[in-house]
């Protein structure tokens, strides 16, 4: 009798733990962030499980006042981006909210010396697909991003890398994969092999999700002149189909704006 109980303790005791036991995305992980930068000092608390929350403050400690615009708010922005794509997680009970870029000298805000602006907000493991529809995040490197706009035009910002593997099958193309079926097309390859032709050096550029669709790019740098050479892909995020191709030429000095 005292076996049976035992052995029945046993069995209760396995099943208990195994009703605590993590999501598959695995143990909950927490990192930390500090920074510090024009008197200004970010610290954060993120904590990544079925979502990534992140506690974030920023502290005013140049012994100085600080100007910033804040018709909008306070300008202390906080997003998770794909390393390799203009793709943001989107936050949980995200909404959108309406505010007009019109300076306003009314507007202006103070922040003291020692003034403390904390940040709580809750990202999903889901991006935007279109205007209606979120679909999962594809698994990968991922850079969280803080920053802060003051009224002069400083900025600080800083950001940290983050790997989010997913549970899900992915339900659109990778980037690379998108690269790889633009680069399938008969007219993508002709411009490749144009440019390689003349000994180019050609690079891609991050990916953009919107839409419904991967806008994939690459561009072909001039040697003998202040030009680049860029080609812009389309394509369906899911299918890979070809939406439309556009060719433009920039100079250096632009492309490194867009690449901001």
Same mark, same amino acid.
């Given at each position: 009798m005292?076996q049976f109980?035992?052995i029945?303790?046993?069995?209760?005791t396995v099943?208990?733990?195994?009703s605590n036991m993590?999501?598959?995305?695995?143990d909950?992980e927490?990192?930390?962030h500090?920074?510090n930068?024009?008197?200004?000092? !970010?610290k954060?608390n +993120?904590? &990544?499980g079925k979502?990534?929350?992140v506690n974030?403050? *920023? $502290?005013?400690?140049?012994?100085e006042t600080?100007?910033y615009?804040?018709?909008?708010? !306070?300008p202390?922005? +906080?997003? &998770?981006?794909k390393?390799?794509?203009?793709?943001?997680? *989107? $936050?949980?009970?995200?909404?959108?909210?309406?505010?007009d870029?019109?300076?306003d000298?009314n507007?202006?805000r103070?922040?003291?010396?020692?003034?403390?602006?904390?940040k709580e907000? *809750?990202?999903?493991?889901?991006v935007?697909?279109?205007?209606r529809?979120t679909?999962?995040?594809?698994?990968?490197m991922?850079?969280v991003?803080f920053?802060?706009?003051?009224?002069d035009n400083e900025k600080?910002f800083?950001?940290l890398p983050?790997?989010?593997?997913?549970?899900?099958e992915?339900e659109?193309?990778?980037?690379n994969?998108?690269?790889?079926?633009a680069?399938?097309s008969?007219?993508v390859?002709?411009?490749f092999?144009e440019?390689e032709?003349e000994d180019m050096?050609i690079e891609s550029e991050?990916a953009?999700l919107s839409?419904?669709?991967?806008t994939?790019?690459?561009h072909a740098?001039?040697i003998?002149?202040?030009?680049?050479?860029?080609?812009i892909?389309?394509?369906?995020?899911?299918?890979g189909?070809?939406?439309g191709?556009h060719y433009?030429e920039?100079?250096?000095?632009v492309l490194?704006?867009?690449?901001?």
């Open positions: 005292k109980v035992l029945l303790f046993l069995i209760l099943t208990g733990c195994g993590q999501s598959a995305y695995g909950l927490t990192l930390t500090d920074f930068q024009n008197g200004l000092a !970010i954060a +993120i904590k &990544v979502t990534i929350k974030a403050s *920023i $502290t005013n400690n140049s012994g600080i100007i615009n804040g018709r909008c708010g !306070i202390f922005s +906080i997003s &998770v981006k390393e390799d794509a203009h793709s943001h997680l *989107i $936050t949980r009970d995200e909404k959108e909210v309406g505010c870029d019109i300076f000298p507007d202006l103070e922040m003291e010396p020692n003034e403390t602006f904390e907000i *809750i990202f999903k493991r889901e935007s697909l279109t205007s529809r679909v999962s995040a594809l698994s990968g991922y850079e991003s920053s802060f706009q003051m009224h600080v800083s950001s983050l790997e989010l593997m997913m549970d899900k992915p659109i193309m990778t980037v994969q998108a690269k790889e079926f680069k399938e008969i007219e390859m002709k411009w092999d440019h032709k050096s991050d953009i839409d419904g669709m991967w994939v790019m690459f740098v001039h003998d002149k202040d030009g680049v050479d860029r080609i892909i389309n394509m369906d995020a899911k299918s189909d070809i939406k191709i433009e920039v100079s250096k000095e490194e704006m867009l690449d901001k």
